[in-house]
């Protein structure tokens, strides 16, 4: 094969990838690979004898390469990937689903033309052929050359495995050494999953004096003397060529007698040798075409307008090139055989030849766009940029439109031509600030909030706060509030105050800022100045109002609702990635507020509209408040799981105080399920950094206390935590630390909750928040044995319809002694079916206090309980954890994982007591995993 390496010291690495596929396959669960290795060191050739080990095996294969000039095409590998899947091997229920990411891609047959859907939709897309092609068999994934690919596709392949976590599905990334700086998330992500068992990182390293001579043996067995080369030819070959495998096998594929080697050889001298034995023609015209990335036949017009030879001599040339495998078909298009014969070839050009044959790349495209033929704007504006010198007006302006392109479907790669179209601006040129002004706006919407940050406080230090750079300044606070770093945010305000600048965005970021602080007069001072500038204008800046209604929410202000409808009415006219920030703005402050649960229920459906049912790579706000309604009402096991999925799948979860919220729910929720030693993992090294998503850090933390015996620790922490509620008289969630702190059942516990009941109840009771009055009454119960207050928490959890409160109000209600037969096993059916173990356990030991039968716990063998049931099953059988390892076909730790969280799930302490249970007839095992 043109361009493939020996198949030399890779025998090992093969294995472990086959193994990979292997477990993917027998388990159903997606696997992630990444390969790595400098240019040329078999990648390729490795992927290719995996792509037919994997075939063998019955996988769908479905194969993907991004080129350099790729970066700023969006989504431009899966486009490629696309394009080469064997249409006749697609299984029918898969077409359809094939058929619309095509769409929404916009890859179909020719150039790509311009997109309109936005990542979301591709994701989902994508997902939902892998599921419909998993259907008939296990799918293999390879995306080639991923150091070069978008940052659309880099960052999307995760949160890509994430939803195909329970599909047989392996993806394995190519990526070459030295781009560290671009592929890092990707490479931690698969780290992280290999931690689990679920991911596998392969480094291809040089050949060695061994491989080397193997190597000469098989081109020129005659050199051989017993078998083996002589020692200082192999030792030569090692020197000139650094072990590279690619360069040893075209050096001696193409020297007559490397015996005579004489003299130091740049390793791209073989490419170069190559090359050299095509005839001048297919070389001009070889070196013509490395400026391009994908080869189409029209191309060859630019081919005879460089080299100035006829028509037919460049299409004969361009055949010869095919011939010899120079050059390859892939799909609609060619390509270079090997990544590194294009860069030999381009960097042998010389700079100015270079630029000018990018100039008439980019003349040719526009004349053809001109004459109404579709063209890829993305690869017409890399063409001009590397065409024209800095401060040239052409270049900003094919940056600029090929920004406008790609924010419809990635924000992050309009992010990067909005970065070079300010790159490209002169010195001193103002508009500098706006550029990367909306450089960071697009990253913090495409889910870079560290980026965003970076690029903000960066482009300030140059422009300034004033003139061009307000806009800058506004941005730069707003992504560092995201954040968390709400000194620093005051710290720019109080700097944009100093050179003149008013804005308004930036009272109301002052506002919210100090209130997240806990500066209460500070944050009172400026929401009243924050008010009276929203009042006074005729037509409110939309920063102003959004900075305004979260500062509503955090202060507890009345005002909350007035601009939550004037926001989400600018929802309905704005394009989708601002209407789904907008909206998913407005959540949290919507579940606290006087709608509730229905109203956050409806927004929730909003979102949905808009993202098409992915759950990967919208705003982290937005994954907060599904989170959190999950919690207040049902699909826990879903809440679970997206919150894993968003926490993995976000670029830099750090950058997001929402996604500190995510974390601390996700745990909180884990531990309810009865899965404390997962909960501790979720919270490792968390911490408060707003006071909006405070109580939610604090509780899990909490929990984590108790869970290792610091009840008194626990207890602290969450009564300071209601204290600081207090004093800053912010009431969002108050009701849930003081209901935290009094099940911890402490006399210290105990003691605070008798001192902070009534003041919280105080707070809350004027605002007319249903959540906040359910908690604070269940506490008001649970302190003093009030059953009214229960009643009436019982009956605002109903008229919310939500579940979980329902179940958690039933218990105190029961527990009180009120109807408990009706309300205890109302609490045991409703944590039963949500998978609330240790609420289940709760229940259960207050029914045998109140004389109630407990309800036999039924393992139903569903998506998720499936295999712990049929492990629990054959454990109660007697068989040992080796012979169960057998019969299922898993690993003894995997059996061991599985049998714990059935223990956890029933809730036992061991095999012991399952085997009791069941005889009793308390736990019932039926289904199976089939």
Not at 399 to 427: F, G, N, Y
Request: with cysteine.
């Amino acid at each position: 094969m043109a361009g493939e390496t020996a198949f030399v010291a890779r025998q090992e690495p093969l294995d472990e990838l086959v193994r990979a596929c292997a477990t993917a396959q027998a388990r159903g669960r997606a696997f992630a690979v990444v390969v790595r290795g400098e240019g040329g060191v078999g990648k390729t050739t490795l992927l290719a004898h995996l792509l037919a080990a994997a075939e063998e095996r019955g996988f769908f294969l479905a194969v993907g390469r991004a080129d350099e000039m790729d970066r700023g095409r969006p989504f431009a590998v899966v486009r490629d990937l696309v394009a080469r899947v064997p249409r006749e091997k697609v299984p029918p229920s898969a077409l359809t689903a094939l058929a619309a990411l095509v769409s929404t891609l916009g890859a179909g047959p020719g150039r790509s033309h311009v997109p309109d859907p936005d990542t979301d939709a591709v994701l989902g897309d994508i997902a939902t052929v892998l599921t419909e092609v998993s259907r008939h068999g296990p799918v293999l994934v390879a995306l080639e050359d991923l150091h070069h690919a978008d940052v659309a596709t880099l960052a999307a392949v995760a949160a890509a495995v994430r939803l195909c976590e329970s599909l047989p599905v392996v993806l394995v990334v190519t990526i070459r050494t030295g781009y560290s700086e671009r592929t890092a998330v990707l490479e931690d992500f698969v780290r992280r999953r290999e931690r689990e068992g679920w991911g596998l990182t392969t480094d291809l390293g040089a050949l060695g004096h061994d491989d080397v001579a193997q190597l000469i043996g098989r081109h020129h067995p005659a050199l051989c003397v017993d078998g083996s080369p002589p020692g200082d030819l192999v030792v030569q070959v090692l020197e000139r060529t650094g072990g590279n495998p690619l360069f040893v096998t075209e050096l001696l594929r193409h020297l007559a007698d490397p015996s005579h080697l004489q003299g130091p050889i740049d390793p791209r001298d073989a490419l170069s040798v190559r090359m050299l034995n095509h005839d001048p023609e297919a070389i001009e015209v070889a070196r013509a075409l490395s400026v391009y990335s994908r080869l189409h036949v029209e191309d060859l017009r630019f081919a005879e307008t460089v080299t100035g030879l006829p028509g037919p001599a460049v299409t004969a040339a361009f055949d010869r090139l095919l011939r010899t495998g120079l050059l390859t078909a892939r799909s609609n298009a060619y390509v270079f055989a090997h990544p590194l014969f294009r860069e030999a070839l381009y960097d042998n050009l010389g700079a100015a030849t270079r630029t000018r044959l990018h100039g008439i790349a980019a003349a040719v495209i526009a004349q053809s766009r001109d004459q109404g033929h579709a063209v890829d704007v993305f690869e017409w504006a890399t063409h001009v940029l590397r065409s024209t010198p800095r401060g040239g007006e052409e270049g900003v302006a094919a940056a600029l439109a090929a920004a406008e392109a790609a924010a419809p479907l990635s924000p992050l790669v309009a992010a990067t031509w909005l970065q070079q179209a300010a790159d490209h601006l002169a010195d001193g040129d103002g508009r500098g600030a706006d550029l990367l002004a909306r450089a960071a706006s697009s990253l913090s919407l495409g889910g870079d909030g560290a980026a965003a940050i970076a690029v903000a406080v960066s482009a300030v230090e140059r422009y300034g706060v004033i003139g061009g750079g307000r806009e800058l300044a506004r941005t730069a606070g707003l992504v560092l509030a995201a954040a968390g770093r709400f000194d620093e945010a005051l710290a720019l305000i109080d700097r944009s105050r100093a050179a003149g600048a008013a804005d308004p965005a930036l009272v109301g970021l002052q506002a919210l800022a100090h209130g997240q602080l806990g500066h209460r007069e500070e944050a009172a001072a400026s929401w009243g100045s924050s008010t009276a500038l929203l009042d006074a204008a005729a037509e409110p800046d939309l920063a102003h109002l959004l900075t305004a209604a979260l500062g509503a929410h955090v202060l507890g202000r009345p005002e909350l609702q007035t601009y939550a409808d004037r926001l989400e009415e600018i929802a309905g006219a704005v394009g989708p990635a601002l209407r789904l920030e907008l909206l998913a703005s407005l959540l949290p402050g919507a579940l606290h507020g006087p709608g509730g649960a229905p109203e956050a229920r409806r927004l929730v459906d909003a979102c949905l509209s808009v993202r098409r049912g992915s759950p990967l790579t919208s705003a982290g706000p937005r994954v907060l408040a599904e989170v959190e309604l999950a919690f207040f009402d049902r699909g826990w096991e879903r809440a679970i799981d997206d919150a894993t999925l968003a926490l993995r799948a976000a670029l830099h979860p750090d950058s997001s105080t929402a996604f500190d919220g995510v974390r601390a729910l996700g745990a909180i929720l884990l531990d309810d399920a009865g899965r404390p030693g997962e909960a501790a993992r979720f919270v490792d090294g968390l911490r408060s950094r707003a006071t909006a998503v405070s109580v939610y850090v604090d509780v899990a933390l909490a929990r984590v206390l108790a869970g290792r015996g610091d009840v008194d620790g626990a207890a602290e922490r969450l009564a300071a935590r209601v204290r600081t509620l207090l004093a800053l008289g912010q009431p969002t969630a108050i009701g849930l630390a003081l209901d935290e702190l009094v099940q911890l059942g402490s006399p210290r516990a105990a003691a605070a909750a008798v001192t902070l009941v009534g003041p919280v109840r105080d707070l809350v009771a004027p605002l007319g928040r249903p959540l906040e009055d359910l908690y604070t009454l269940r506490c008001q119960a649970r302190v003093h044995g009030d059953v009214h207050a229960a009643r009436a928490c019982l009956r605002i959890a109903q008229e919310q319809d939500v579940t979980a409160e329902i179940g958690r109000s039933s218990l105190v209600l029961g527990t009180l002694g009120d109807s408990p037969a009706e309300n205890l096993r109302r609490a045991h059916t409703i944590f039963r079916d949500l998978g609330a173990v240790r609420l289940v356990r709760l229940t259960s030991a207050a029914m045998r206090v109140r004389r109630v039968p407990v309800p036999r716990t039924r393992g139903r063998a569903g998506v998720a309980l499936g295999i712990e049931v049929e492990v629990a099953r054959l454990a109660v059988e007697g068989l040992t954890n080796q012979q169960i390892a057998s019969r299922l076909s898993y690993s003894v730790k995997t059996v061991e994982v599985y049998l714990s969280r059935a223990y956890q799930r029933f809730g036992v302490a061991g095999r012991v007591a399952l085997a009791s249970a069941v005889s009793r007839g308390e736990i019932v095992l039926d289904g199976g995993a089939g």
